[in-house]
Each structure stands twice: as structure tokens, then as C-alpha cells.
């Protein structure tokens, strides 16, 4: 397995989500993925770069070109981006076609402040993942890599699914 480090790119979505009692709604809130991490004992080394913070359907095509020169022009090989699941999916695409890196997407289902979140799990598939897996664009949400390119989300189901 490889002990290049891994570049954490952190977008917002779901994961960093917050729960705001005098608003009665959801935020996104500084990114938790620094402390997850600690919390974790990762000793694989990485760095974090909080990029943006946004609920993944208020992701515009900038954006998602904003994620792809960052990767691009990362020294890093392997790549972790936390992102909202809900177009996950358009950014595989979008970062699909960027040569000899790993890209892995990941995100949670429900905040990881929350205690029966499954942040936690995912972002250490995504480790796992961008670790072991050959260049390309990977999914890893509840407990299964998908090709990038190859999978959706079940709304209905609450899952990802191959296509």
C-alpha cells in the first residue's frame, strides 16, 4: 500500500453540517474533518485544505473547476474530498478526466457531530481507498468503493448503488 500522503479537500455537505438551535435549521459549520482525523489516530500522513463550504446542490460548475485545479495542481497523487452526496456524482465527473491521481469522493448520510453518523466510517474507506486503488475516480459510502463513473444515488433507498 502506498505511503504517499493524501490531500484532504474539504467542500462542505452534509458531513460538516451543524445544527443551529436559534435558526431551527442546518449549517455548514467549520469542517470537522481535522478533528475526525485526529480523533482516529491517522497516522498516514495528509493535509487538509478546506476549500469550500457548501450543501452539495449549491455547487455551481465554478466550483466544481475550482476542485479540479486543485487537484491539478496539488503535488499530493491521492486525493479524499468530503462532499455532499447529493451531486457527488457530477463532481466524479467533473474530475474524471485528470491524469495519474486518485481521486476518492466521500460523505456522510448524517452530520458527524451527530453519534450514529457514518462520516467517520466513509472517511476512513476513502483512506483506504485512495491508499490501495489504481488513478481514476472512486465513491466510498456505506462500506463499499464504487467506480466514480459508474454509480448513483438511490434517494428512496438512502444509498449509493452501481448503475
Request: a negative charge.
Amino acid at each position: 500500500m502506498s505511503q504517499e500522503p493524501i490531500l484532504v479537500i474539504t467542500t462542505g455537505g452534509t458531513v460538516d453540517k451543524q445544527y443551529f438551535d436559534a435558526l431551527s435549521e442546518y449549517q455548514i459549520a467549520d469542517s470537522v474533518i481535522p478533528k475526525l482525523l485526529a480523533t482516529a489516530r491517522v497516522a498516514h500522513p495528509f493535509r487538509v485544505i478546506e476549500l469550500l463550504r457548501k450543501d452539495s446542490l449549491e455547487l455551481t460548475d465554478d466550483d466544481r473547476a475550482l476542485i479540479a485545479r486543485t487537484i491539478e495542481t496539488a503535488p499530493e497523487k491521492r486525493i479524499v474530498i468530503t462532499h455532499g452526496s447529493d451531486t457527488m456524482t457530477d463532481t466524479a465527473k467533473a474530475v474524471a478526466a485528470i491524469a495519474g491521481k486518485t481521486v476518492v469522493l466521500c460523505g456522510a448520510l448524517s452530520p458527524a457531530r451527530f453519534a450514529d453518523s457514518d462520516a467517520l466510517f466513509n472517511l476512513g474507506m476513502a483512506f483506504a481507498c485512495a491508499q490501495s486503488a489504481a488513478p481514476g475516480v472512486w465513491i466510498t459510502m456505506s462500506g463499499t468503493v464504487f467506480d466514480g463513473l459508474k454509480v448513483r444515488k438511490d434517494r428512496a433507498a438512502g444509498k449509493f448503488v452501481d448503475l
